[in-house]
């Protein structure tokens, strides 16, 4: 059974590749997106119940996407949780300013992204 559906917004590869490992092996249903075009396409096409959303990426930062993402209707409420490597003083209350609603820090720590992800992900 899919406990939900996720698209995540990450530039890196990587990142992704281990994230989706983990999430599927916990049976979400998993969508990726490598930048802010790809991720209107495949928000709109899929409509996930929950977005990752690294705030560091080329040509549109995360904070600006999901501003954007919040103004588009139907997706006011789309529980966005940010995953980014920014850890300086601040940084959590600039993401939470821009709409999301929770923060994880990178590098992510593969025992707790499950419990955080379901920790904000909406009931079906």
């Excluded at 409509?47 to 139907?74: A, R, S, W």
């Excluded at 939470?96 to 025992?111: E, H, N, R, S, T």
């Amino acid at each position: 059974m899919i406990k939900g559906t996720i698209l995540y917004i990450e530039d890196n590869n990587e990142n992704r590749d281990l994230v989706r490992r983990v999430l599927e092996a916990e049976h979400f249903a998993f969508f990726e997106a490598a930048n802010a075009a790809q991720a209107l396409e495949k928000m709109q096409a899929e409509n996930p119940d929950l977005i990752l959303m690294d705030m560091n990426m080329p040509e549109v930062d995360g904070y600006t996407l999901t501003k954007h993402i919040k103004g588009i209707p139907g997706f006011e409420k789309m529980p966005i949780l940010a995953l980014t490597a920014n850890v300086m003083q601040g940084d959590r209350e600039k993401s939470l300013q821009a709409g999301c609603v929770g923060y994880i820090q990178k590098p992510i720590d593969i025992d707790r992204i499950v419990q955080q992800v379901e920790d904000h992900m909406p009931k079906r």
